[in-house]
């Protein structure tokens, strides 16, 4: 029982950070069930010309709909699913632009923009784990969901390119660690170690361990760029929060997304 206990902080402590990702990930969807920080497994793209930003109405027809990612919920975010740049500070300037895709909040100025919140579904056996009667085992399965912020912004010119390389110098430059503040509640991130991935024109994803009082979790940022448009993927594994365990890369919903904007 202790175990399950603490198991249960850890999570309500996780629940409790004004971060858009726990946010969504502790409402409904949830219940019903550094280092080296750039160049090394990213795509990077070569120069090229400007491009003409999406519309509104075009980026709304690139964004995943509910059908696109097998085995997750999709669905557009609403107002308690999304937080403004405004409200996300970074103690350290350069560290901005990171901290904001981190948190899903807009990427500098882009010219439109939209979010849809991919909440992944119980995976084959983890139904008869979540009754299981180890109660820890229940437990853990019943949060063994990831939830993905997947934003779309376009930009003008060569926004979207500058954008991503924004990321990349930000993840450099902070990659050992910074204080940071989301909607009123002080967070650090205590860690940046770059992951592999490939899609769009050009693309990066890290894992990025975030503390709040002296709880570590670990959460994934995937960027990838497509012409004018760049989609970023900020996801939240309740099950790994607190725990000193890991979680994959939203790589299905990122192929998906990709897919639609080529």
């Not at 090229?48 to 075009?58: F, N, R, V």
């Not at 991919?118 to 063994?144: C, H, I, L, R, Y």
């Not at 779309?152 to 990349?168: I, N, W």
């Amino acid at each position: 029982m202790r175990s399950l206990a603490i198991r249960r902080t850890a999570v309500a402590t996780t629940c409790a950070v004004s971060l858009t990702l726990f946010a969504t990930a502790c409402g409904a969807d949830s219940d019903s069930g550094g280092k080296d920080a750039a160049g090394k497994g990213t795509q990077r793209a070569a120069s090229q010309p400007a491009t003409e930003a999406l519309t509104a109405a075009e980026l709304d027809k690139a964004a995943l709909v509910q059908g696109d990612v097998k085995g997750h919920k999709i669905t557009a975010a609403g107002k308690a699913d999304t937080v403004a740049a405004s409200d996300v500070t970074a103690d350290k300037a350069e560290c901005d632009p990171f901290v904001d895709a981190l948190m899903g909040a807009r990427i500098g100025k882009p010219a439109a923009a939209n979010q849809r919140k991919v909440v992944s579904e119980p995976k084959k056996g983890q139904k008869e784990k979540q009754e299981s009667e180890d109660a820890g085992e229940a437990f853990m399965a019943a949060f063994d969901i990831t939830t993905t912020m997947a934003s779309l912004s376009s930009y003008p010119g060569k926004g979207a390119q500058e954008t991503v390389e924004s990321l990349r110098t930000a993840a450099t430059a902070c990659s050992g660690g910074f204080g940071f503040t989301a909607a009123g509640v002080k967070q650090k991130v205590v860690g940046i170690e770059e992951e592999k991935i490939s899609g769009g024109e050009e693309s990066a994803a890290w894992t990025v361990t975030v503390e709040q009082d002296g709880e570590k979790s670990p959460l994934k940022l995937v960027v990838a760029r497509q012409g004018g448009t760049v989609a970023s993927f900020a996801s939240l594994n309740l099950a790994a929060s607190g725990m000193g365990k890991d979680f994959e890369l939203p790589t299905a919903v990122v192929d998906a997304q990709l897919a639609k904007l080529a």
